[in-house]
């Protein structure tokens, strides 16, 4: 698949057999796409500054959102596996595609396509605004409204940092977003972004690059605070478990990204190279990476507060399929619940599915379950290292000794989880 994603005015408008996607501007036509205009409004009316190649990589990621929703996984030949041109218009061509095949190599681990790359002149610079706004703070965490994000950014904000939390907009999230940075620390700077990728017809549903739009809004915001302009290397807070992060494939039939990478340490290790590549000033900081969900849950540093706020948070995999409450029985559901349950704390979430050990009609195919179920009778019958298998075999991946002992960790909170439910 073809896609030239550059703003209206570089014109070339309609190329044949080529997705035209129109940068910080409406698509113009019903067989183009668009994505951007709301993230160039709001960084312009909150004053802030970006560098120009922080503003580029937003570029680049916002297109990387729009092929990732046009090409459709059931019409490539096995399924899966797309294959994506890209022409990307960015202000500094020679320099990103000096880049290109390290960002090639990012996305094909993330989202286990082909990617090519190339850039061409005339990309968006970052908005002017009328007043310029350069916030003091040196650091910044990403704050989905998940329950990872808000431990860790209440452990910042407790052991006296004060970084600009980030946030992507979702549906069903924006609102505790907003609460979440209120509270914590007694209030956090927050920007709320949103790239809104729109492509023609149907969209691919699996958003496996999801976590680029994420880590570019961070970048952009992190580039247009004052001590970056003072030539400091500002550090981008993900804070996230490692169990989810390496996401072990609990069966034989989850290779690849068929388990989600968003955090992956081989991902962000590669993402890293990319800035450092382009000489952007952040660097990516996971400071949960050999820590289960249950342990970051007992060892936030504000007990009453995550206490207070963990249960409106958001974990579940589907929850806008299931008008905004939990299913109860995905992996990050499962992971969830298994985590409260080793905090020790009540879980005050609202589940769809309460009742994962239930053998009835209304609970049957419950494949996530089965899923974990699988994993831990494997362990049980094979052992653990044989059930690892080579999840942790990544070249960019560093202490594999800590990690393999989280992960047997994680998979005991698991076994926990489905024992005090009966699962079978």
Not at 146 to 166: E, F, N, T
Not at 206 to 224: D, E, K, N, P, W
Not at 281 to 287: A, D, E, K, R
Request: contains cysteine; aromatic residues 8%.
């Amino acid at each position: 698949m073809r896609l030239l994603c550059a703003p209206a005015e570089l014109g070339r408008l309609n190329e044949p057999d080529t997705l035209r996607v129109v940068l910080y501007g409406q698509a113009g036509a019903a067989e183009r796409g668009s994505a951007g205009a709301a993230v160039r409004n709001e960084v312009r009316r909150a004053g802030l500054s970006p560098a120009r190649r922080a503003w580029d990589l937003l570029s680049i990621a916002m297109s990387v959102m729009a092929a990732d929703a046009a090409g459709l996984r059931t019409q490539s030949p096995d399924g899966w596996t797309r294959e994506f041109e890209m022409e990307i218009a960015v202000g500094e061509p020679a320099l990103w595609n000096g880049v290109a095949d390290l960002l090639a190599d990012a996305l094909a681990f993330l989202t286990t396509d082909r990617w090519s790359f190339r850039f061409v002149a005339r990309g968006a610079a970052p908005p002017v605004p009328t007043r310029i706004f350069r916030p003091p703070e040196n650091a910044v965490v990403l704050l989905s409204g998940g329950l990872d994000s808000l431990s860790g950014a209440i452990d910042l904000a407790a052991r006296g940092d004060r970084p600009v939390a980030i946030s992507k907009t979702v549906r069903g999230d924006g609102e505790k977003q907003i609460d979440f940075a209120r509270r914590i620390g007694g209030g956090l700077r927050h920007f709320q972004l949103n790239d809104n990728a729109s492509v023609p017809g149907e969209d691919d549903t699996t958003q496996r690059a999801r976590s680029i739009i994420f880590l570019a809004f961070g970048v952009v915001v992190a580039s247009a605070l004052r001590p970056y302009r003072a030539g400091g290397d500002l550090p981008l807070y993900v804070c996230e478990n490692g169990f989810i992060a390496v996401n072990p494939p609990l069966t034989g039939s989850r290779i690849g990204s068929l388990s989600t990478r968003t955090a992956h340490p081989n991902f962000l290790s590669l993402f890293q190279d990319v800035l450092d590549a382009a000489n952007i000033g952040v660097s990516v900081v996971t400071p949960y990476e050999a820590m289960t969900k249950g342990e970051m849950l007992r060892g936030c540093a504000d007990q009453t507060l995550l206490r207070q706020l963990a249960g409106v948070s958001t974990s579940c995999g589907r929850f806008q399929r299931w008008n905004y409450r939990h299913c109860g029985r995905c992996v990050p559901c499962q992971v969830r619940r298994a985590a409260f349950l080793a905090w020790g704390e009540p879980d005050p979430t609202d589940y769809v599915f309460e009742a994962l050990g239930r053998d009835d009609s209304d609970h049957a195919g419950f494949d996530d379950v089965r899923s974990v179920g699988m994993a831990l009778a494997a362990v049980r019958d094979g052992g653990f290292d044989e059930w690892l298998g080579s999840a942790l075999s990544w070249p960019r991946i560093g202490q594999r000794d800590a990690l393999k002992d989280m992960l047997r960790r994680g998979l005991a909170e698991l076994g926990a989880l489905h024992a005090a439910y009966g699962v079978r």
